[in-house]
């Protein structure tokens, strides 16, 4: 798309986050009990090919439409809101060429993170409020060295509030 032309836009509304929903692109991770032993229901983590780097983004909110898409193919991704505050997020499976046929939006509770399958495309997050931090776990240069984009053929905006919300 040449920057004079105008994408047509598709409204994408959120589904509200399911495990069996989300696993194509990852995993939901929820409160469990203290003491409790690793298990399925933890992050199931790659990051052995850098150094981890656990971090608070501070993101402003930005209008919800979506002309790129990216991916990181050596590392999982674990992203959380912090405070509660629900949030969106837009996914299509890992892959060299995301399918637009195959993309999801998702609106996660504030009390849920999520981890993202190595190599799932996403957009996001998305969130209602002018700002929002987020815990965010990826490698110390991801951003740098393994932060690949794409655009979209079309414009996808999501509409939120999720008109079933």
Not at 18 to 28: D, R, T, V
Not at 61 to 90: D, F, K, M, N
Not at 110 to 138: I, Q
Request: hydrophobic share 40%; aromatic share 10%.
């Amino acid at each position: 798309m040449t920057p004079t032309q105008t994408a047509d836009i598709v409204d994408l509304v959120p589904q509200p986050i399911a495990a069996s929903a989300f696993a194509p692109y990852g995993q939901l991770i929820a409160a469990t009990q203290d003491g409790a032993l690793f298990g399925p229901q933890d992050a199931q983590l790659v990051l052995s090919a850098g150094t981890p780097r656990f971090y608070i983004m501070a993101l402003s909110r930005r209008e919800p439409v979506i002309r790129g898409i990216t991916c990181h193919v050596r590392v999982t991704q674990c992203l959380a809101s912090v405070g509660g505050v629900p949030w969106y997020l837009l996914v299509a499976p890992p892959g060299d060429v995301p399918d637009p046929k195959r993309l999801a939006a998702f609106v996660t509770p504030g009390n849920v993170a999520v981890k993202l399958h190595v190599g799932t495309w996403h957009a996001g997050p998305y969130f209602a409020p002018a700002t929002c931090d987020f815990f965010n776990l990826e490698l110390s240069d991801t951003n740098e060295t393994d932060h690949r984009t794409l655009p979209l053929d079309r414009a996808y905006r999501l509409v939120y509030p999720p008109a079933t919300a």
